[in-house]
């Protein structure tokens, strides 16, 4: 998994090494950044499946296998999008919303990557509680793709789920 966190390495080193040069891709970068995170999480998630479904062993054992693999797939891709915010100005792509704006914004100055990674659990849970709001066109593809990479893993998650326990009752019937 640490492979899927490569790239924004790439980019932190880009932006440091030369960051006029960043500014000027930026937006070409981050759209780059999100199609890559769809195509890969799906082939890694089909392919461990795969690997996962190949491999007889018991029910059980195979239920732990995929509910490690969704919360390890889960805790990736809310680092990536957390990093991926942090990496383009969390400021800079999201508005707070909430209540008392200046005050809230002052205290979080100082806690970007923190704040990137709430964003991302939000829009990964597709919670939508409103108080951050995308100012970019690409933030606004960002927070969509998460949000749908959300609902999409949730919902095959228990499509997994509900699957393995049927094959396990019907695996243990005898005819």
């Not at 006029?20 to 999480?41: G, T």
Request: aromatic fraction near 14%.
């Amino acid at each position: 998994m640490p492979l899927l966190l490569m790239p924004l390495a790439a980019g932190w080193w880009w932006r440091a090494a030369a960051p006029a040069q960043f500014a000027e891709y930026r937006e070409d970068l981050l759209c780059a950044y999100l199609i890559y995170i769809v195509v890969v999480r799906f082939a890694l998630l089909d392919l461990m499946l795969f690997y996962v479904s190949r491999k007889r062993r018991s029910i059980r054992l195979d239920l732990l296998y995929i509910v490690l693999l969704y919360l390890e797939i889960t805790a990736v891709t809310l680092l990536f999008f957390g990093l991926l915010y942090n990496l383009f100005g969390v400021f800079d792509l999201f508005r707070y919303n909430g209540a008392a704006a200046a005050q809230h914004m002052q205290a979080m100055q100082g806690h970007t990557l923190r704040v990137a990674l709430y964003i991302s659990m939000e829009l990964f849970t597709t919670l939508g509680a409103g108080d951050w709001i995308p100012l970019t066109l690409n933030a606004m593809l960002a927070a969509g793709i998460e949000a749908l990479l959300g609902f999409i893993q949730g919902g095959v998650f228990f499509a997994v789920l509900i699957y393995a326990h049927q094959d396990g009752k019907s695996g243990s019937k005898t005819v």
